[in-house]
């Protein structure tokens, strides 16, 4: 385990994704803006999906054109299939996250084609590293369950691993989309992603619907990964997969990793304040626990 972790927030992007309030585009202009404020220098802004079925992306090329410019955020953005990619790429995204699914049953859900055809239609669009105007993530979701065909095999997640690594992408990403994964999940599932793919960055995206993201999320650590994808009070999910609520909290997972001696460049109380922030545009309670408690020490009043 290493001595830091680069923590990409999700919150403009998945955290919203499933919520029913819509938030307007200068509410998620000011969402990055925070979250900037806060030390996050890498960022899921938005996803390019059809906004009749996620209305919440509504916005997507708006959020790219103010992102683009920064010089201050690696900015992404999510595409399920080639008509996102080219989206994304046209409204001047410098990295672009492609997302398949473990399973074909969620896989068609999600994005209305098979595994193998979303995985063709990857190796069609993006060409060559030397060729695509973008850095390239691949996501693998569902990779450690699936609501719908239930327990997904290591094989089966490293048979995918293997199908889109031949498209070269600059990282690649295990996502506990529902979140059933244990920490010994974690650990043998990104080990054997590393063992078979060392010089790749791996990235680890967990959702806390059952209270496991924290300790998945020091699981992954140990095994290897270099980033890990949280969400500022813990909110966020996916609107195709039931009951998938709620991404690990960016500002839990800040606390955890300051006490331990990780640096992730993120301030707590800054992190705090937008998780509060994000929650009040939202109308919910998030999940999130730090938010409540606090950070530790506790500063005492004079």
């Known amino acids: 385990m290493g001595d830091s972790v680069e923590i990409v927030e999700v919150s403009s992007r998945d955290g919203i994704q499933n919520e029913p309030k819509v938030l307007s585009t200068a509410q998620k202009l000011e969402l990055i803006d925070r979250a900037v404020g806060a030390g996050v220098r890498r960022m899921e802004a938005t996803s ?41 790429v046209s409204a001047g995204m410098r990295e672009v996250n492609f997302v398949v699914v473990a399973t074909d049953t969620f896989n068609q859900r999600n994005q209305g084609a098979s595994t193998a055809d979303t995985i063709t239609a990857i190796k069609n669009t993006v060409g060559t590293p030397a060729e695509r105007p973008v850095r390239l993530g691949i996501s693998i979701a569902a990779a450690f369950g699936c609501p719908f065909e239930g327990e997904v095999p290591l094989t089966r997640v490293m048979e995918v691993v293997d199908a889109v690594m031949g498209v070269a992408p600059e990282e690649i990403a295990l ?15 990104v080990s054997a992603l590393r063992r078979a793919y060392p010089s790749v ?33 813990g909110v966020g999910g996916c609107p195709f997969a039931p009951r998938a ?13 300051d006490r331990a001696g990780i640096k992730t460049g993120i301030d707590l109380d800054k992190a705090i304040e937008t998780a509060a922030w994000l929650e009040e545009q939202l109308g919910i309670r998030a999940p999130g626990q730090v938010m409540r408690a606090g950070g530790f020490p506790i500063a005492q009043a004079a």
């Open 48 to 88: 390019f999906v059809n906004p009749k079925r996620v209305p919440q992306m509504h916005d997507s090329e708006a959020i790219a054109e103010s992102v683009a410019k920064r010089s201050d955020l690696a900015a992404i953005g999510l595409v399920l299939n080639a008509k996102g990619y080219h989206r994304a």
């Open 175 to 189: 996502a506990d989309t529902i979140g059933v994964a244990t920490p010994r999940d974690v650990s043998e599932r």
């Open 201 to 233: 960055p791996a990235r680890l995206h967990l959702h806390n619907t059952r209270g496991t993201g924290i300790a998945n999320a020091w699981a992954g650590l140990d095994a290897g990964v270099s980033a890990l994808d949280s969400s500022f009070g």
């Open 245 to 257: 609520t709620g991404n690990i909290a960016t500002e839990d997972l800040v606390y955890m990793l």
